[in-house]
């Protein structure tokens, strides 16, 4: 048996799982702030077009508009400054074979309810390596801290007067990822940088440099408590948006038993 029918009928059977690592998508899934200077991104709005009636009476179908970095959703190359002249950089030309990859979860849930401005080092990511092994190139590196269930939007956002306070990466964690070669980062939180990333050096330095060195982006995630540490397979694959910075996106793990 090939190994492609030895996984579809692991399918079928229930040896391999699916397991939806993405938010429900509405009208009131929360979106990043920003300082007032700068333009704010748009949620999630929803018009019908026809619903079974005389606009359409056989059908019912919405137009929809949003921000592309809204929910769960997709950060490519072209979303930061440093990765604007990258070749391959957009959503229409990243190669659809490199939102496929194992994933590597680190399990940092305890620290971040300790301190929600908890940040992984790179001494936390090689004592994981120490018990699962080096990540691999090509891997999707995701940071399970439980913020997802967060579910009400004043806590997911954790909004105080200095600013947002969430967890996210130490620069010379990124720089050890960027080494590692993985795909990109997922996180459970509405970016891929920690809530107070602004103030860091350099600012934002998840979007700053990952996507400097051509690398991906997944925010909002979910169900990462699902996943084992090492062994699952993720697709992450935006819509093909044309010059597309990012895009929503449907995120699935298949895993074993
Ligand atoms: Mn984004």
Redo the contacts with the bound molecule.
Sequence with gaps: MSSLSQFISDLASGAVRVVDLTQPLGPDTPV?GLPEIFAPSPGLSVKQISRYDDDGPGWYWNTITMG??TGT???APV?WVTGKDLPENRCDTIPVGRCVGPACVVDVSADCNADPDFLITPDRIEAWEAEHGRIAGGSWFLMRTDWSKRSDPASFLNVAADGPHSPGFRPDAVELLIERDVLGVGVETI??DAGQAGGFEPPFPN?TLMHGAGKL?L?SLTNLDQLPATGALVVAAPLRIVDG??SPLRVVAFIEG
């Design positions: 990043i592309e970095h959703h997709f950060d979303h970016g891929t979007h982006g925010a910075s990012g």
